[in-house]
């Protein structure tokens, strides 16, 4: 296919494609990928199709938005308006979060969920990461 693309737009789509590449689970992935840990992805045969599976080390670590997984922060907030909708809806990801960490738990997985909230503070992230990795708490 012939590039379409002048350098400008060329480069204005690759920001795009970074800026879009950078949500909290990427980020994430980099992180355990700089300590050196090789990972699947979004595996689909477990329960709850995990962001990151260290299969060897029968580890897990779930990126959850704040907001969706309703983490005990502010960015969980319910809007005002269609309360029963948003209820039932959010209450319902709750609900099968739980479901599946107790499913992976008994499969014998280690599962650490990190809240995207944190990624605001990254060094303590990587703390908390790297403890759950086993490398040692800074
Ligand atoms: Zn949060």
């Known amino acids: 296919m012939a590039d379409q693309f002048s350098t400008e737009e060329r480069s204005a789509v690759m920001r ?3 800026s879009f590449d950078t949500g909290p689970e990427v980020r994430v992935r980099q992180m355990v990928h700089h300590f ?4 699947r992805l979004h595996c ?4 709850g199709r995990p962001d990151i599976v260290l299969a060897g080390r029968r580890q897990i670590v779930f990126v959850h938005g704040c907001y969706w ?3 005990s922060c502010e960015g969980s907030k319910r809007p005002a308006t269609n ?4 209820n039932r809806k959010l209450d319902k ?6 479901e599946n960490l107790r499913l992976l738990r008994r499969q014998g997985w280690r599962v650490l969920t990190v809240w995207e909230c944190e990624l605001r503070k990254p060094e303590r992230l990587e703390r908390r990461l ?5 490398l040692g708490a800074a």
């Open 130 to 134: 790297l403890r759950f990795l086993n």
């Open 83 to 86: 309360r029963r909708y948003w």
């Open 69 to 71: 997984h309703q983490h």
């Open 93 to 98: 990801n709750v609900q099968r979060d739980k």
């Open 36 to 39: 050196g840990f090789r990972f």
């Open 16 to 18: 795009r494609v970074r």
């Open 44 to 47: 689909k045969d477990l329960p």
